[in-house]
Nanobody, 113 residues
Framework: QLQASGGGLVQAGGSLRLSCAAS????????WGWYRRVPGKQRELVAT????GTTDYTDSRFAISRDNRKNTMYLQMNSPTPEDTAVYYC????????????WGQGTQVTVSS
């Protein structure tokens, strides 16, 4: 249902934009988010955005956005550091009918020093 893309190798201090496209139907009232996982650590939240555009971040260097017409979400990563190296996953969740909790396959981001 979700396809993440845009990962790759980026130099510290550069920028990178991740995309997440939904192939199936989604509904208003849901929340999309980006998460990341470093090997050996638990998955952690990066940012979320509701269908109404309300955003929440754990790091001000990153900007999340969403295009409801294209059913696509983005994560603009600015000034990444090697500590941001991880697999980034996108998620779309709706906690009331029709309920869903979709995950993308993950995209690797590697930040070189």
């Amino acid at each position: 249902q979700l396809q993440a893309s845009g990962g790759g190798l980026v130099q510290a201090g550069g920028s990178l934009r991740l995309s997440c496209a939904a192939s199936g139907r989604t509904f208003s009232g849901d929340t999309w988010g980006w998460y990341r996982r470093v090997p050996g650590k638990q998955r952690e939240l990066v940012a979320t955005v509701t269908s109404g555009g309300t955003t929440d971040y754990t790091d001000s260097r990153f900007a999340i956005s969403r295009d409801n017409r294209k059913n696509t979400m983005y994560l603009q990563m600015n000034s990444p550091t090697p500590e941001d190296t991880a697999v980034y996953y996108c998620n779309a969740r709706r906690d009331w009918a029709p309920k869903y909790n979709y995950w993308g396959q993950g995209t690797q981001v590697t930040v070189s020093s």
